[in-house]
């Protein structure tokens, strides 16, 4: 089992938390994203601050992966929530096991997180997965590698 993992198949909550966000919450304004690399395309769905946590924002951001692409290491700021919507995702943290996630399951990162290996293993299928930030308003949430 993975230390950050949260949920396994029958997680039907979270779809629908999920759905709702792809509906598209109020967005507030761009977060900010890295440039993402070939294979790999972000599409924030919503951002919002946090009035319980001030100088904090939720962002929700569809990453999708095409068969074979892979993302190099990197980190994020704040924690992570990410939750598989389509396909599988192969997922490595701080050089820990490899998992392959699939439609449903999701996995936490916390603050400080090396994401070593994020990848779609599929040579014919893309993968996509929802993200959700908790992290410093206006903070960059992806960064490469430490």
Not at 48 to 67: E, K
Not at 83 to 109: F, P
Not at 118 to 145: C, K
Request: glycine share 10%; charged share 10%.
């Amino acid at each position: 089992m993975h230390p950050f993992q949260t949920t396994r198949p029958g997680g039907h909550r979270l779809g629908r938390l999920a759905s709702c966000a792809i509906l598209g919450l109020a967005v507030a304004g761009p977060p900010a994203l890295a440039a993402a690399p070939p294979g790999v395309a972000e599409t924030p769905v919503m951002q919002q601050p946090l009035p319980n946590v001030p100088g904090a924002s939720m962002t929700a951001v569809v990453v999708r992966l095409a068969p074979n692409a892979r993302a190099p290491a990197h980190h994020h700021a704040g924690f992570v929530f990410a939750y598989v919507l389509a396909g599988t995702v192969r997922s490595q943290l701080n050089g820990g096991a490899t998992i392959d996630y699939h439609a449903g399951e999701s996995w936490v990162e916390p603050p400080g997180t090396e994401h070593t290996l994020t990848a779609n293993p599929s040579g014919a299928e893309p993968a996509s997965l929802l993200a959700v930030f908790v992290a410093p308003t206006g903070a960059e949430l992806t960064m490469p590698g430490k």
